[in-house]
Each structure stands twice: as structure tokens, then as C-alpha cells.
């Protein structure tokens, strides 16, 4: 058969994600692994490193929250008076 002239089945297919790196570590000799070695730990330091003062500032965000006042009637009535101004210039 040629293309095309008979149907087939067809799988419906769902994307499946993948890791944009990958860690090929415990396949090296181990010479090459006491040579990564170093670098692995300064990578896993910097990232707690930085962890670290990602939770240090939601903390700090936590600290920051303040009680809201309750200054809405002040806000609402001069809102009113300006929409009550424009109605009645509208209507001049």
C-alpha cells in the first residue's frame, strides 16, 4: 500500500516533560569523579546559599504585613461627591 490511501490507527500522544539537564555523575571512573567533586559542592553551596535568603526574605514579607485602617468611608464619600460633581455638570 501506498500513503495515504488507507487509514490507520493513530495514538493520541501527551507531552511529556523532561529534565533540561542531566546528571551522568555515578557513570564516571572514579578519577573523574574525585575531579567533579569539587565543583558539585560548591554547586550545592551557592544553592543553599541562595535558598537560605529566598526564606530569609519571605519571612521578612511575613514581618511586613500591617493591619489595613479602616479609612474607607473618607475615600468613599469624596468619591461620591466627585461622580455627584461630574453627574451634575453632565446635566448643566
Do not use: H, W
Not at 3 to 16: F, H, N, P, W
Not at 37 to 51: F, Y
Request: net charge negative; glycine share 6%; aromatic share 4%.
Amino acid at each position: 500500500m501506498t500513503t495515504g490511501e488507507s487509514a490507520g490507527k493513530a495514538k493520541i500522544l501527551r507531552s511529556v516533560p523532561f529534565a533540561k539537564t542531566i546528571d551522568i555523575f555515578e557513570y564516571c571512573t572514579d578519577e573523574l569523579k574525585a575531579k567533579l567533586m569539587a565543583g558539585r559542592e560548591l554547586e550545592t553551596k551557592v544553592r543553599e546559599s541562595q535558598d537560605n535568603k529566598a526564606l530569609a526574605g519571605e519571612e521578612e514579607k511575613k514581618e511586613e504585613d500591617v493591619e489595613m485602617k479602616d479609612e474607607s468611608s473618607g475615600a468613599a464619600a469624596a468619591s461620591k461627591n466627585l461622580v455627584g460633581d461630574r453627574a451634575k455638570a453632565a446635566f448643566v
